[in-house]
């Protein structure tokens, strides 16, 4: 009989090498290496998406628990799961401040880019879970007029702040998607976005995607920009992930390597969620709400000071984001090296939130100073 449970995790899943040895055996595996015969006697397995967890891998083993350190759990097969009595929990929300971060460096870099005001239009988030709600209070500080979409919750809820998707298409100059992938069922979005969704497409729409790659048809995009019905478009994700489509990528305005949701509070979240769940469901007896401490600093300063003194508040609001992520950045590295894909988000920099961050201003308004404090950073009070 085993003293100890046995845990195959993901050997890139950060935070957790040192925290689960005084209570299990554990052994990190590149995910590209996890198989069938590898987990065959494990009781756990902690991973992310690159580890499809279906009959294939999961069959005669003696797996019990599956924790994944995403939101998104699609590829976990739940019904094999169910059916052979392994418990499965992913991380709902772990990421949703870092993608808030990635929606809001685009939306400004591309408004600085194009010289359009982002108050002078409407945005339409598709799928109003943890990040688009975040979405949602980031577009409101922008001053859009913000549009919402999501079957299930107005299943639940009713229809009062929901309107029908080709609604949302033909009165949103942006579509932002924060949907989960759903291969069927009544909540599919499998190619959501396919031929016949984006005929509907008027001209000058903008199209971000960072949910998942497969949630728009990759063809339909292609004519969609050719045809000028889309003419702006934004990708963290992309179907075949890492053999993402040349063609496709020469064609968007911003280009990055699903790290939307890469900010190293986000990731430690993710591994906190985890670290919890199996501490619970094996009763390992780890501290109560075990969080990584020290995380890393970031590289670019901690405190953000400004004279805001004639200039606008989306030209400091810009500058403030700017100051803690700059999209381009990822987007440069994408397009010079699109074959190191993976080895980007595996070896990506440091990031950090915007609650990490000060901001310190002279000749500061009282509306600055609430848009600064909504979007989450710490302010130096005295200074504005």
Not at 20 to 45: C, G, H, M, Q, R
Not at 152 to 178: C, M, N, Q
Not at 358 to 367: H, L, P
Request: hydrophobic letters at 40%; glycine letters at 4%.
């Amino acid at each position: 009989m085993k003293n100890k449970i046995k845990i195959i995790a993901d050997s890139k899943i950060p935070f957790l090498q040192g925290v689960l040895e005084p209570f299990a055996e554990i052994s990190y595996i590149d995910p590209a290496l996890i198989t069938n015969e590898v987990v065959n006697d494990a009781d756990a397995l902690i991973i992310r998406t690159r580890t499809k967890c279906d009959a294939k891998l999961l069959e005669n083993s003696s797996v019990k628990f599956i924790a994944t350190t995403t939101i998104g759990f699609d590829h976990i097969d739940t019904t094999f799961c169910d059916v052979n009595g392994i418990k499965w929990i992913n991380a709902p929300g772990c990421n949703s401040n870092s993608v808030m971060q990635y929606v809001a460096s685009a939306l400004l870099t591309l408004a600085n880019q194009k010289k359009f005001q982002l108050n002078e239009l409407t945005i339409g988030i598709v799928g109003v879970g943890n990040v688009g709600s975040k979405i949602e209070k980031l577009s409101k500080i922008f001053g859009m007029k913000v549009l919402l979409n999501d079957p299930p919750r107005e299943r639940k809820e009713g229809s009062g702040k929901f309107v029908p998707l080709d609604y949302l298409i033909a009165h949103s100059d942006i579509i932002t998607l924060h949907v989960p992938l759903n291969i069927s069922g009544l909540n599919k979005t499998f190619h959501l976005f396919d031929h016949n969704l984006i005929e509907i497409f008027n001209t000058d729409k903008i199209l971000i995607n960072t949910s998942r790659g497969e949630v728009i048809s990759t063809d339909a995009l292609k004519n969609a920009i050719k045809n000028k019905k889309i003419t702006n478009c934004i990708l963290d994700v992309w179907e075949n992930e890492p053999q993402i489509d040349q063609e496709l990528l020469n064609m968007v305005d911003i280009a990055t390597p699903h790290i939307a949701g890469y900010s190293i509070e986000g990731k430690a979240n993710g591994t906190a969620v985890c670290v919890n769940a199996v501490n619970s469901f094996f009763y390992l007896g780890l501290e109560h709400n075990w969080y990584p401490k020290n995380l890393p600093a970031a590289n670019n300063p901690l405190l953000i000071e400004f004279d805001s003194k004639e200039k606008s508040l989306y030209k400091i609001i810009y500058d403030c984001i700017n100051a803690t992520y700059n999209i381009l950045d990822d987007d440069y590295k994408l397009r010079s090296s699109t074959n190191e894909f993976e080895s980007q988000r595996e070896n990506y920099p440091v990031r950090r939130e915007f609650n990490y961050y000060k901001v310190k201003s002279s000749n500061g308004s009282e509306s600055l100073r609430a848009a600064i404090y909504e979007l989450g950073f710490n302010l130096v009070w005295s200074n504005f």
